[in-house]
């Protein structure tokens, strides 16, 4: 064989995954994109009913304390 042949041949996917680890994934290993077991939509309408929570005890103690007064 020639060099390039041999080059060709190491460099067959299937000796690519031997040497490097790479596999196919299963179906337990696929990412389904989920932190904390929320999905995107639920992060989003999380993070919004916190924004407004805290928004609002923020503007009680501010109204509780006479620091703001309303008109």
Do not use: H, Y
């Amino acid at each position: 064989m020639t060099d390039q042949d041999e080059l060709r041949e190491s460099l067959i996917f299937s000796d690519f995954e031997k040497d490097f680890g790479v596999r196919e994934k299963q179906a337990g290993d696929v990412d389904t994109g989920k932190i904390f077991g929320l999905a995107a939509g639920e992060r989003m309408l999380l993070s919004v009913i916190l924004f407004l929570t805290v928004t609002v005890l923020a503007a009680a103690v501010l109204l509780a304390t006479n620091t703001i007064m309303l008109p």
